[in-house]
């Protein structure tokens, strides 16, 4: 399976490129996916980041099942926590993430969804946790995200039943931002993404961050986080830019520095 990444004006496109399997990843995908996500933390060319998947009929169906079964692991692999790292297993990517989800975005593929900031998706995407549906959870953060992202009476319902969303009701319920028809999916992504790709960089990866923390902080202390973040801030050329292009009414050119 390929993973195509693209970069042009700043807004990275990552495809999930396996349409024939519903774009579901084996082990190679997985370590393909990876490099890409860090990629995207680790280019400063990059400002956003739009995931999506090759054809109309699926984002990712998440792991290729039949690519796993039978195969052993080693033990000690279970130690190795930040081998492969993804962007819904811990790698902190503070650039922001869109999804643009067409079809089927199932088990790996829906805690790949949480793990994104911004969701556009088609009238026939189909959420869903079905681990339990074969013996297993919801991992990757699949059991953390969700009661998060989604009220705890619905997401224990996709947890534990496996029953799949509809775009409409995830659109109701605040799973994705809104729903467009499929030849607007990538349009409307690469719209955002480039609302975003002017702001300052370095202002935008600090609102995600500290917004993202802010879960796992008190109040006094997120408070306190922000107020030293833009202490920070104030040290860098884009703060005196966005000022400066305000007053001369004219375009700020940020340069994330």
């Known amino acids: ?32 996916l990876s490099a890409a996500w860090t990629r995207v933390r680790d280019d400063g060319d990059i400002r956003v980041a739009i995931i999506t998947g090759a054809g109309e009929k699926a984002f990712t169906t998440g792991a290729d099942l039949k690519s796993f079964v039978g195969k052993q692991t080693d033990l000690s692999r279970f130690w190795l926590t930040q081998q492969g790292q993804l962007l819904n297993r811990g790698l902190e990517v503070w650039k922001p993430v869109i999804a643009a989800v067409n079809g089927y975005c199932l088990g790996g593929g829906m805690t790949l969804l949480l ?107 997120g408070l306190r986080l922000e107020q030293a973040m833009n202490q920070v801030l104030q040290f860098t050329e884009d703060a005196q830019e966005g000022p400066a292009a305000f007053a001369e009414k004219r375009t700020a050119e940020f340069k994330g520095r």
């Open 1 to 32: 399976m390929a993973i195509d990444v693209e970069v042009d004006g700043g807004i990275a496109l990552i495809t999930m490129n396996r349409p024939e399997r519903m774009n579901a990843m084996d082990a190679e995908a997985y370590a393909a």
């Open 115 to 221: 793990g994104t900031d911004i969701r556009i998706a088609t009238p026939t995407a189909t959420f869903g946790l079905s681990e339990v549906q074969r013996g297993v959870v919801a991992g990757n953060g699949g059991t953390q995200r969700v009661l998060e992202q989604l009220p705890y009476a619905i997401g224990m319902e996709m947890l534990l039943t496996g029953r799949r969303l509809d775009a409409a009701t995830a659109e109701r319920w605040g799973l994705v931002n809104r729903v467009v028809p499929q030849e607007e999916l990538l349009p409307t992504a690469f719209e955002l993404a480039r609302e975003i790709a002017v702001n300052a960089p370095l202002a935008v990866q600090a609102s995600k961050e500290l917004a993202v923390r802010s879960r796992d902080v008190d109040r006094v202390t």
